[in-house]
Antibody
Framework: EVKLVQSGAEVKKPGESLRISCKGSGYSFTSYWISWVRQMPGKGLEWMGKIDPSDSYTNYSPSFQGHVTISADKSISTAYLLWSSLKASDTAMYYC?????????????WGQGTLVTVSS | QSALTQPASVSGFPRQSITISCTGTSSDVGGDNYVSWYQQHPGKAPKLMIYDVNNRPSGVSNRFSGSKSGNTASLTISGLQAEDEADYYCSTYTSSSLVFGGGTKLTVL
């Protein structure tokens, strides 16, 4: 069974850094891209970017380029989403999702979500 | 503002059929068949319901179907059931980015 398990909820202050994780299991981690999707409170889905875990090649949405960093450690089948300096507007639920099949941009397996709250 | 336009809400009675539209441009929805639909219940992760305009992943009910005409894609749910009440998002891939519609809240009356 394909599973993506995300790290737990975080409460941070503006300006702090943060890394959240997404651990894949039940499949070959390096064979499928992982995307990150943001959902702000009461709002819709926003694609942030994706990573190819086999070589850590990344592709970011223009809206998020430069604001976050996506990385992966294939040795432990884990993808990461990093902020160097959080803002209150980063408060949201963040989901990771695995590419459905090679070369597609459909996502059938999703993590449970990580709620990030940024407040002074 | 989303690149794909969906109605904010739709509603229907049990056993009826409803259709949710997703309007883009000739550069995205109209340009290829990379359209998908996701269902999201409150507090849950999205679930892939339709891909490649009209394909269902295994395990998804055949009450869900997709279509496309020009720059508008559509999701039809037939035989509405209470558990279909959720938010629905269309999505497509364009200019090296995945984009979602603004979402449609489906209410089963």
């Amino acid at each position: 069974e394909v599973k993506l398990v995300q790290s737990g909820a975080e409460v941070k202050k503006p300006g702090e850094s943060l890394r959240i994780s997404c651990k894949g299991s039940g499949y070959s981690f390096t064979s499928y891209w992982i995307s990150w999707v943001r959902q702000m409170p009461g709002k819709g889905l926003e694609w942030m970017g994706k990573i190819d875990p086999s070589d850590s090649y990344t592709n970011y949405s223009p809206s998020f380029q430069g604001h976050v960093t996506i990385s992966a450690d294939k040795s432990i089948s884990t993808a990461y989403l990093l902020w160097s300096s959080l803002k209150a507007s980063d408060t949201a639920m963040y989901y990771c999702a695995r590419q459905y099949y090679d070369s597609s941009d459909y996502y059938r397996a999703w993590g449970q979500g990580t709620l990030v709250t940024v407040s002074s | 503002q989303s690149a794909l336009t969906q109605p904010a809400s739709v509603s229907g009675f049990p056993r009826q059929s409803i259709t949710i539209s997703c309007t883009g441009t000739s550069s995205d929805v109209g340009g290829d068949n990379y359209v998908s639909w996701y269902q999201q219940h409150p507090g849950k992760a999205p679930k892939l319901m339709i891909y490649d305009v009209n394909n269902r992943p295994s395990g998804v009910s055949n009450r869900f179907s997709g279509s496309k005409s020009g720059n508008t894609a559509s999701l039809t749910i037939s035989g509405l059931q209470a558990e279909d009440e959720a938010d629905y998002y269309c999505s497509t891939y364009t200019s090296s980015s995945l984009v979602f519609g603004g979402g449609t809240k489906l209410t089963v009356l």
